[in-house]
């Protein structure tokens, strides 16, 4: 029956033939609405590029190694399609698939636990009518290290952290605050990349919304504090949120890039201020600040480009002098200044939070990755100068960028740089895991040896 | 007083930095009454203006004396030229006498580098001329429009933003 649906549904002929058997067409609606709050589409997304929604495929780069999206299209053997709505919210709730396998945090779940019945319901709606079935699996594998790999482990890790957020609920909420919250805390899960995380890897509730540091990106504090959005009005988060730039202030890359283009650039104006609203008023908590003030001597440009050179000064792109390297790959669009264009296309770099950000880590990723983003007004793109620089090199721009456009003297390294690169600095959980290991089998051999003695006794 | 040993070692300084000038004149910072000094001064009068870099005043000079070795000596006469004409300010060079014959070449020249930001006389289609870089961003040909237009490379708005004419069209 599903299949000759689906079938249908290919055709495009279902409106008459299938009326009585499908959902409310406007439930279905609801449903993509919720799936676009939520940005399920940024991370189950196909690897390659415009490929087909939903697919999976798209590996998220943890500390662990990269966790791969799964495929959630209606297709029974490679998706959903066989889950039934109570599976369904069982995953986005509980963190756990149809077959009772465990799912890693990655996917929010802990966010979404806070998901009323009728959200889930037109989300499980969409996704089964809604969204087209992709037969096939992702081609790559989700494979952690030990002993990440193992899945059971979620079990104990739910048990301390799942039902963390719903006993710290606010009690009596205007509307729009109400719906703010929701927004924030349960479907825009912006807690999962800006709230820091504990050495369990579990968010830290008592730092909640302070910053994190997702990827080697560096998710800022989103607090009302002045080392977060102090500054910032109701007006410019909405157009962040809808535009991903606000002149002078910031601009969306990474991830939060992602979120912009898959997600908040749809999102109502009411939605948007609701979220607006509701982070305004959370509490201010303090976060790192960049040690700023630091008066570099202005660089004459003379001195930095000496004239064409010959063949082989032409050919050698070994430069790691960090003014050099500005001048050749950032100063066309950011200008020789860096103070951008006269419309802010190009940002400044001089008024930028992700310059004199207290982690060099957005400067560093920028560099890297590039940007590509569409926000509701326009598509910008950064060029990707992973290829074309090496990590000394990236090194010597980004500190170079830092240093004179924000007055910021952090002394990077191409091995800071190819830490970012490779998912950003390892957690304590990782650190110290074969410590930790260590001391949890001596713990067990005291144990035993203990018991032991006991019966011999 | 004047030992033979002073005398012995500052010879040797003075003739040790003749040879090595070439190389280095545009690095080293100009004692007074040389070249380096001579040519910043006919610069300001020419350019008339009151401040110019004394970076690309270097690097204007080694690359002229590079193309033309004649060209310290060229700079001393158009200096006497312009004293004997009187020539305080570049207003009064228009028709003036110094502007014709070798002098006027001169000046063409040190004006030119400035302006172009480069020395010599470009071939087209050729890889290899007598030309010398001086600057780029600091050529004095960008300097009357660059409150309303950007040395060209850098970019000046979006995107494609030539593709749309400015909004002050129909004013301009």
């Known amino acids: ?457 | 007083m004047l030992t033979r040993r002073s005398f012995l070692g500052s010879s040797a300084t003075l003739l040790g930095f003749a040879v090595l000038r070439p190389a280095f004149s545009w690095t080293v910072v100009p004692a007074a009454g040389s070249d380096s000094v001579l040519f910043y001064q006919t610069s300001l009068l020419l350019t008339g203006r009151t401040r110019l870099s004394s970076l690309v005043a270097q690097r204007a000079l080694h690359c002229l004396s590079e193309e033309d070795a004649q060209f310290p000596a060229q700079l001393q006469q158009l200096w006497a030229a312009l004293q004997a004409g009187a020539v305080t300010h570049a207003d009064q060079l228009n028709g003036h006498p110094v502007m014709q014959g070798s002098s006027g070449e001169t000046i063409k020249k040190i004006i030119s580098a400035w302006y172009l930001g480069f020395t010599g006389t470009p071939i087209s289609l050729r890889a290899v001329d007598n030309t010398r870089f001086v600057t780029y961003t600091d050529a004095l040909m960008y300097a009357p429009t660059l409150d309303a237009t950007v040395i060209p490379t850098y970019s000046r708005g979006h995107t494609n933003y030539w593709t749309q004419p400015p909004a002050t069209i129909a004013n301009d």
């Open chain 1, 1 to 457: 029956m599903k299949s000759l649906m689906y079938l249908l549904l290919l055709v495009g002929s279902w409106q008459v033939a299938a009326a009585d058997m499908l959902p409310d067409q406007s439930l279905i609606q609801r449903g993509q609405a919720i799936a676009t709050a939520a940005d399920c589409g940024a991370c189950h997304r196909d690897s390659a590029k415009n490929g087909a929604p939903f697919a999976g495929g798209y590996a998220i780069n943890s500390p662990m190694g990269p966790i791969i999206a799964s495929n959630i299209t209606p297709s029974e053997q490679f998706g959903i399609g066989g889950y039934t709505e109570r599976q369904f919210a069982d995953a986005l709730r509980k963190g756990r698939a149809a077959d009772g396998h465990f799912l890693y945090p990655a996917m929010p779940y802990t966010a979404f636990q806070g998901m009323t019945d009728d959200d889930v319901h037109a989300l499980y709606l969409y996704f089964m009518y809604g969204v087209k079935p992709v037969d096939r699996a992702p081609a790559a594998k989700t494979h952690l290290s030990f002993p990440f790999n193992i899945r059971q482990l979620m079990w104990g890790w739910n048990l301390l952290y799942l039902h963390h957020r719903s006993i710290q609920r606010p009690e009596a909420l205007s509307g729009k605050l109400q719906r703010g919250r929701y927004l924030v805390d349960v479907l825009g899960h912006c807690s999962t990349c800006h709230t820091p995380r504990n050495i369990l890897m579990a968010e830290d509730q008592s730092r909640y919304l302070s910053g994190g540091l997702p990827g080697g990106w560096y998710a800022p504090n989103i607090t009302p504090d002045p080392s977060g959005l102090a500054d910032w009005s109701q007006s410019d988060i909405v157009t962040y949120l809808k535009t991903g730039h606000v002149a002078g202030k910031g601009q969306a890359a990474g991830p939060m890039g992602e979120a912009v283009e898959q997600s908040f650039r749809y999102l109502p104006d009411d939605d948007l201020h609701a979220i607006a609203a509701w982070i305004r008023q959370i509490p201010a908590i303090p976060g790192r600040q960049a040690k700023s003030g630091i008066r570099p001597p202005v660089e004459d440009i003379n001195q930095i480009i000496k004239g064409q050179g010959d063949q082989a000064s032409l050919a050698d792109s070994s430069s790691t002098d960090g003014a050099a390297l500005y001048s050749n790959a950032c100063a066309s669009c950011h200008g020789r200044q860096g103070m951008g264009t006269a419309d802010s296309f190009y940002p400044s770099l001089t008024r930028n939070s992700a310059v004199s950000a207290a982690s060099p880590g957005n400067v560093v990723m920028a560099v890297v990755n590039g940007v590509h983003r569409r926000g509701s007004d326009a598509e910008v793109f950064m060029p990707a100068f992973a290829s074309q620089m090496n990590d000394a090199q990236i090194a010597a721009v980004s500190g170079y960028i830092r240093l004179h456009f924000a007055g910021i003297d952090t002394p990077l390294t191409a091995a800071d740089v190819h830490m970012l690169r490779s998912g950003g600095e390892p957690p304590f959980l990782l650190r110290y895991l074969y410590w930790l290991i260590a001391g949890g089998v001596i713990v067990l051999l005291l144990v035993i040896s203990g018991l032991l003695s006991l019966r011999r006794r």
